[in-house]
């Protein structure tokens, strides 16, 4: 968030955790640990949060959680059934942007942090991976199936003819 911390999923002591680390490489430091899976740490704008997905507490399912780095206090932000993942700060805070599976589809949705109340972005064809916001406030998110890979915006294709990658 401030460019000087990385945060990231390692694999050590039998799962994943969330890391960080100085961009210089010193001060690693766990910022989660224990049997649970988490991966796709998303540091807050503001630097003083982080989300990430993880089965913790259930080991059945993916929920996006929220590390305060102020507090140490983790909060579960989804409790849907399927897997969600991906997640993506809004820039002022106040939502994330993550995949999430509904039945046996991946839709891009969006939680508000204050109200737990989840909306639906886009329900793309195919697969559906790393939701990004934009400047004005949209979400761009990456799609591929049937031979295909694109970048889509509220279901409209940004890119054609070539192969586009999810980072």
Do not use: C
């Not at 945060?7 to 766990?30: C, K, N």
């Not at 590390?67 to 206090?73: I, V």
């Not at 909306?119 to 559906?128: F, I």
């Amino acid at each position: 968030a401030d460019g000087r911390t990385i945060a990231f999923q390692g694999f050590r002591d039998g799962s994943y955790d969330i890391w960080a680390v100085e961009s210089d490489g010193t001060r690693l430091r766990h910022l989660t640990a224990g049997p649970d899976d988490d991966r796709e740490p998303a540091y807050s704008r503001d630097g003083t949060r982080v989300a990430f997905s993880s089965d913790r507490g259930n080991g059945t399912n993916y929920d996006i959680w929220m590390l305060d780095l102020r507090s140490g206090a983790l909060t579960q932000v989804t409790k849907d059934p399927g897997d969600d993942y991906m997640p993506s700060w809004s820039s002022d805070g106040a939502e994330i942007a993550f995949i999430g599976m509904r039945g046996r589809e991946a839709r891009v949705l969006a939680v508000n942090i204050a109200s737990g109340v989840e909306r639906s972005v886009a329900s793309p064809s195919g697969r559906a991976d790393a939701p990004s916001w934009g400047p004005t406030g949209e979400l761009v998110y990456h799609t591929s199936g049937a031979g295909t890979s694109q970048l889509e915006r509220a279901g409209a294709a940004l890119t054609e003819g070539e192969n586009a990658f999810a980072f």
